[in-house]
Every structure is written in structure tokens, then in C-alpha cells.
């Protein structure tokens, strides 16, 4: 028996008797991926443990970086409150420059600006943020399931960098596919640089066989991913600036203005202005 989950580009399976090979999130737009019951983690110093809670080491977060994945090229600027009034702004932008969706989350909607055919979509928040009693566990029928966290600033597209919990899922502590190879300097920040061996599920996903992380040490955010095959690199995340807990500009939260876009929200998720 399988099931499958869409997240974004990618999705994970769940196949019996096996493990969740967790895929790369490029922005589920309605519907936050649900956690369980509220606990806190065991394993509160590890690396792995910061990027399934990375939300919790910073305020505020701002920069920018380059996405390359599975051919799918952009670059994203994004701003975060993760403090009061928590919410978040991401612009990607193609190869050339030029804006082609914007999205911004507040305290009650997130609404995604399509620049190229000039629509956009609103839809309510998830507003569950209880804390999965644990993020990776086996089910009676021995599937070990991933748990995820809702992100109070409800992030799309840039959570991938700023709340990296689907890369951390790509770590298994069962069967070990991953080592903690050392520190290096990463933008002036220290970066845990950890390398693995992906899951046949995600191999074949990303024609890649294997995958390393530059982490930041203390926060958990993700600052470069690379897959490889046969030593060759195939896929890229590189964050190209970062700064945590600097003023963040909270206009650019704002949901209200649509003008000049045509409404394509799905019937169910449309919000009165």
C-alpha cells in the first residue's frame, strides 16, 4: 500500500515497510502541512533538531538566494517576523531579473501575486502551531512518518532556506545515510556542513545520489544545498545574503492590494475584501 502527499514540486511517499523520503517544498500555497500533539523536542542541541525548529532561533530574518532545482531556476529575496505580529514577504524573480510572483502572509490570509498572467490567489491561515509530540516516527504498520511544524509568518517558497524542516527529514538517524563532516565560514556566519546519501525515492527525484548541507550553527537555517551524481553537481540552493534580527519592513506583509490582478483563488479559500 502506498500514499502520497503532495509538497509542492515534489512529494514524499510513504511505501510500506520503508521510510518518508521527504521532497523538496517549493511553496505549498493552501493548506499548511498539519503537526500533531503539542510536546517539546528531546535532542535540543543538535543540528537536525535546529532545522526542524529553526523558527524559534531568530526574531527576524532578510536576504536573498539562488534556487536551482530540477530545472527550475530563480532567485527569491524574502523578509521574516517570526516575533510579534508575525508574518513574511517573498519575491522570486527569473533568470533575468524580473519579478514573477510575490507572496505575502499576515496574522490571518496569505496572498500570491502572479506577475506573469497578472492573477493571484488568497487563502485563509492555518493558525494550529502546536509542536509535533515527535518529527519522525514509525506507524503500526512500520512506516516511519514525518510530522512538520506550521510557521507563524506562514513563509511560501523561501521555507525551503528560512525553515528547513524537509531538508532536515532527508537526515535519517535510523539507518545513518548522513555524517557531520565539520564547520566552515558561510557569509560570516559558522556553517555545520553535513553530507548524505539520498533515499532511491528522492535519488530518482533529483537524479542525484548524493547531497550536502551548509547549516547555519546557530539558527538552523539552511544556507547552500547541493545534490550530486557521480560527483558532479546537479541541484543548488545558495543563499547569497542573510541577516537575522534587523528591522524588517511589516508593510510589506500586507495582503489587501490585488488591484490590477484577476481573482483565480479557489472558490473554497476565498476571503471577503
Avoid: H
Wanted: hydrophobic share 35%; no cysteine; aromatic share 10%.
Amino acid at each position: 500500500m502506498k500514499k502520497k502527499v503532495t509538497l509542492g514540486i515534489f512529494s514524499f511517499m510513504i511505501v510500506a515497510g520503508g521510510v518518508v523520503s521527504v521532497g523538496v517544498n517549493a511553496g505549498t500555497f493552501f493548506g499548511d502541512k498539519q503537526p500533531v500533539a503539542q510536546a517539546t523536542s528531546k535532542q535540543t542541541t543538535s543540528i537536525q533538531d535546529k532545522m526542524l525548529n529553526a523558527i524559534d532561533y531568530y526574531k527576524t530574518v532578510k536576504g536573498s538566494y539562488y534556487r536551482n532545482i530540477a530545472g527550475q531556476k530563480y532567485t527569491a529575496d524574502f523578509e521574516v517576523n517570526e516575533g510579534s505580529q508575525p508574518g513574511s514577504s517573498v519575491i522570486l524573480k527569473d533568470e533575468k531579473g524580473n519579478v514573477t510572483k510575490e507572496v505575502k502572509s499576515d496574522a490571518d490570509s496569505i496572498l500570491e501575486l502572479n506577475n506573469q498572467d497578472r492573477s493571484y490567489k488568497k487563502g485563509l491561515r492555518d493558525k494550529n502551531f502546536d509542536i509535533p509530540a515527535e518529527r519522525l516516527k514509525k506507524n503500526s504498520e512500520g512506516q516511519l512518518v514525518a510530522y512538520y511544524r506550521n510557521d507563524p509568518a506562514a513563509v511560501r517558497y523561501a521555507e525551503e532556506v528560512t525553515f528547513p524542516q524537509d531538508f532536515a527529514f532527508w537526515m535519517n538517524n535510523e539507518n545513518k545515510n548522513y555524517s557531520i563532516v565539520g564547520e566552515e565560514k558561510y557569509l560570516d556566519r559558522k556553517a555545520t556542513v553535513i553530507t548524505g546519501t539520498l533515499t532511491d525515492v528522492m535519488a530518482r527525484k533529483l537524479k542525484s545520489d548524493q547531497f550536502k548541507f551548509w547549516v547555519d550553527s546557530e539558527t538552523g537555517v539552511l544556507l547552500k544545498m547541493i545534490t550530486t551524481s557521480g560527483g558532479q553537481e546537479v541541484n543548488k540552493i545558495e543563499v547569497t545574503s542573510i541577516a537575522f534580527d534587523k528591522d524588517v519592513d511589516k508593510t510589506k506583509f500586507t495582503t489587501t492590494e490585488t488591484k490590477g490582478y484577476k481573482d483565480k483563488s479557489p472558490k473554497f479559500e476565498k476571503l471577503k475584501k
